[in-house]
């Protein structure tokens, strides 16, 4: 079973970036189709991003608007999120997640398998 860990997050003020890192361990990196998600108190989680198994196909959920960006490094064995132009409303806790299916609805928490803790992302006016 794979195991993440986020770490990255911390408090900007609006405009300002951060990048978050999730390393995994215990399978190969390859092997598995991974995302980003987000978590606001009160609110559902929701899908953030996510990025093929090969690298390179990556899906980005419409609030992004382009201000993210999803990569992998398969020989360090860890999935980044380059975010910039940080708004308020993007404060949440931030989790990584993977599964090995490269098929179905990225967006649903429910069809990944393994997640991190958490990192939190606070953003302020």
């Known amino acids: 079973q794979v195991q993440l860990a986020e770490s990255g997050g911390g408090s900007v003020q609006a405009g300002g970036s951060l990048r978050l890192s999730c390393d995994t361990t215990g399978y190969p990196h390859s092997h598995y189709y991974m995302g980003w998600f987000r978590q606001a108190p009160g609110k559902e989680r929701e899908g953030v991003a996510a990025?093929?198994?090969?690298?390179?196909?990556?899906v980005y959920a419409d609030f992004v608007q382009d201000r993210f960006t999803i990569s992998r490094s398969s020989a360090k064995s860890t999935l980044y999120l380059q975010m910039n132009s940080l708004k308020p409303e993007d404060t949440a806790m931030y989790f990584c997640?993977?599964?090995?299916?490269?098929?179905?609805?990225?967006?649903?928490?429910?069809?990944?398998?393994?997640w991190g803790q958490g990192t939190q992302v606070t953003v302020s006016s």
């Open positions: 990025i093929h198994n090969d690298g390179y196909m990556t």
């Open positions: 997640a993977a599964r090995r299916e490269a098929t179905g609805d990225w967006t649903r928490p429910e069809t990944f398998d393994a």
